[in-house]
Nanobody, 121 residues
Framework: VQLVESGGGLVQPGGSLRLSCAAS????????MSWVRQAPGKERELVAAISSGWSTNYAGSVKGRFTISRNNAKNTLYLQMNSLKPEDTAVYYC????????????????WGQGTQVTVSS
């Protein structure tokens, strides 16, 4: 299993970024996928998750600002992040291998290397 994130960077408050995760080594279209973030000194937080049937789950702190989606033809997961806030600053990880979109971060089996998102003026 390989998960490779891209699209992170430095953005001003109120700005937008789109993260991508290229997946390989497993049946992407049949798998629940998620984005998990970790800020310095904090535990990993499930940001958003999407099932194979396109059901979604969002953390309350990002609901209405972030959108998770997937392209099964390209084996790619996305996270569109709008109205970014300084508190969104974290390393964002793509994760796979959980039975449910409500699974806690510690129970996802496969992880990418992470991409840094920094929201600052």
């Amino acid at each position: 299993v390989q998960l490779v994130e891209s699209g992170g960077g430095l953005v001003q408050p109120g700005g937008s970024l789109r993260l991508s995760c290229a997946a390989s080594g497993f049946t992407f279209r049949s798998s629940a996928m998620s984005w998990v973030r970790q800020a310095p000194g904090k535990e990993r937080e499930l940001v958003a998750a999407i099932s194979s049937g396109w059901s979604t789950n969002y953390a309350g702190s990002v609901k209405g600002r972030f959108t998770i989606s997937r392209n099964n033809a390209k084996n790619t997961l996305y996270l569109q992040m709008n109205s970014l806030k300084p508190e969104d600053t974290a390393v964002y990880y793509c994760a796979a291998g959980a039975p449910s979109i409500f699974t806690s971060p510690a129970q996802w089996s496969y992880w990418g290397q992470g991409t840094q998102v920094t929201v600052s003026s």
